[in-house]
């Protein structure tokens, strides 16, 4: 008779499940296995994810560039719906995307994957999620961990993080050093949301009483659907637009809003004035201002607004710059210009 079985302790009366997790690495791999890359040394289920770096011989001085973050409380949407394939998308994106912005490539990712329960098929979307969003990226999932912390979490209750190393050439590295007077602002178009100040989305709902199955007639979909919209991956266009025409910057645009996060690539004897006349924003944030009273310097605070990216490039580049995105499936368009400053951006005018 075993400890467990006279009423003692184990690790699995305590609320972890050893095989559960066995069960969801078997369930993962396939997924995980879409994202590798040559550079890839061995597989899933080691210690540690290897990567062959010997390539990076043949640049000049090459930078490697890191970045970690997670995706929130957008996941307590995922958790109040019961849908678990798009979130790992989102995580990728706010990982990759501030990878980019200094004109780095990203090479490889891990996760860490944190349940009240593990349930080998959830974990398993979550992951799958992680996977779609790397293949997107052009990265390889390498390595992660699935933690099970009953009574800290709730048995339907998840986290999720991610960390992502990339490489740029130090000649091509992008950021202030390059901006100048004379420059255009362009504006990549969001998804929605993406994963940003979903604590006043969630406030907001609960205040309202709206219903996270029900369509508004501002949207073509139901809310939670709309709110689940996984956050756009610009990896890969923002590398093809840098190989293809003088980018000097890029500004991931997240919490803090378009104003706050461009001026983090400004230089201080330039500003950036962005014309809110230039673009929409979408209809889910007039929603959610409405519903919520949230007033409109709020909203560009807390929110993109329409613009998950932005590119600063040469005024000359600024026509390609758009044709190479547009055929990218990006829509893009001009936001505003660089002129002589303090390092400020500022919003002028008003949407259409």
Request: no cysteine; proline share 4%; aromatic share 6%.
């Given at each position: 008779m075993t400890g467990a079985e006279r009423g003692g302790s184990s690790y699995a009366s305590s609320g972890v499940d050893i095989a559960a997790g066995e069960r969801a690495v078997d369930l993962m791999r396939a997924a995980v296995e879409r994202t590798a890359r040559p550079e890839v040394v061995g597989g899933i289920g080691g210690f540690a994810g290897l990567f062959d770096v010997s390539r990076l011989a043949g640049m000049r001085r090459p930078l490697l560039a890191t970045s970690t973050d997670g995706v929130g409380t957008k996941v307590v949407i995922a958790q109040r719906l019961g849908?678990?394939?798009?979130?790992?998308?989102?995580?990728?994106?706010?990982?990759?995307?501030?990878?980019?912005?200094c004109g780095a490539e990203p090479?490889?990712?891990?996760?860490y994957v944190v349940c009240g329960t593990v349930v080998p098929e959830r974990v398993a979307q979550i992951v799958g999620g992680i996977a779609e969003g790397c293949v997107r990226a052009g990265c390889a999932l390498i390595g992660g961990e699935t933690a099970e912390h009953p009574g800290h979490f709730g048995p339907d209750e998840f986290d999720l993080a991610g960390a992502?190393?990339?490489?740029?050439?130090?000649?091509?590295?992008?950021?202030?050093?390059?901006?100048?007077?004379?420059?255009?602002?362009?504006?990549?178009?969001?998804?929605?949301?993406?994963?940003?100040?979903?604590?006043?989305?969630r406030q907001v709902i609960e205040r309202a009483g709206l219903d996270l199955h029900d369509q508004p007639a501002e949207l073509d979909q139901p809310l939670g659907a709309e709110l689940l919209t996984p956050t756009r991956i610009y990896a890969a266009d923002c590398l093809a637009l840098a190989d293809a025409v003088e980018v000097h910057a890029f500004a991931h645009i997240t919490g803090g809003g378009l104003a706050a996060n461009l001026a983090r690539v400004l230089p201080a004897d330039v500003d950036a004035v962005l014309d809110r006349?230039?673009?929409?924003?979408?209809?889910?944030?007039?929603?959610?201002?409405?519903?919520?009273?949230v007033d409109?310097?709020?909203l560009e605070r807390v929110f993109n607004q329409g613009v998950g990216m932005a590119a600063v490039v040469s005024a000359d580049a600024a026509d390609a710059a758009i044709?190479?995105?547009?055929?990218?499936?990006?829509?893009?368009?001009q936001l505003g210009t660089v002129i002589e400053g303090s390092g400020q951006a500022r919003l002028v005018g008003r949407h259409p």
């Open positions: 849908r678990y394939d798009t979130i790992g998308i989102d995580l990728v994106g706010m990982v990759v995307d501030d990878l980019v912005v090479l490889f990712m891990t996760d992502a190393t990339g490489v740029v050439d130090a000649d091509r590295l992008l950021g202030p050093e390059r901006v100048r007077t004379g420059d255009v602002v362009l504006g990549l178009a969001s998804s929605g949301l993406h994963s940003n100040g979903f604590s006043l989305v006349g230039t673009w929409t924003p979408p209809p889910v944030f007039g929603l959610l201002a409405g519903h919520g009273r409109a310097a709020e044709a190479v995105l547009a055929g990218r499936g990006v829509a893009t368009w």
